[in-house]
């Protein structure tokens, strides 16, 4: 099992900056995969980015705006959000892979004002 904990969210205007964390439960260097996804009110779950090992890979709608980076010895994933959208407005979830299976935190609430 893996439990995980995001925290950061919060409201900020458009252009702003946030950054999310997602604390595991388990050492991040033992799993395969971790990523963060959102889900905007009325919309599917998307995929925003994701790491493993060194490679990390971004949705084009972040791209350049936004950065992924796990830190092993503090066992936390995080999302670095610069030049923040309106559209950026989601619930922020952390995913994460081990021994073929897919775990996820409860989510954490971004909102950009205009």
């Known amino acids: 099992q893996v439990q995980l904990v995001e925290s950061g969210g919060g409201l900020v205007q458009a252009g702003g900056s946030l950054r999310l964390s997602c604390a595991a439960s388990r050492f991040t260097s033992s799993i395969n995969v971790m990523g963060w996804y959102r889900q905007a009110p009325g919309k599917q779950r998307e995929w925003v980015a994701s790491?493993?090992?060194?490679?990390?890979k971004y949705a084009d709608s972040v791209k350049g705006r936004f950065t992924i980076s796990r830190d092993s010895a503090k066992n936390t994933m995080y999302l670095q959000m610069n030049s923040l959208k309106p559209e950026d407005t989601a619930v922020y979830s952390c995913?994460?892979?081990?021994?073929?299976?897919?775990?996820w935190g409860q989510g954490t609430q971004v909102t950009v004002s205009s």
């Open positions: 995913n994460a892979d081990w021994r073929g299976l897919s775990f």
């Open positions: 790491i493993s090992g060194g490679t990390t």
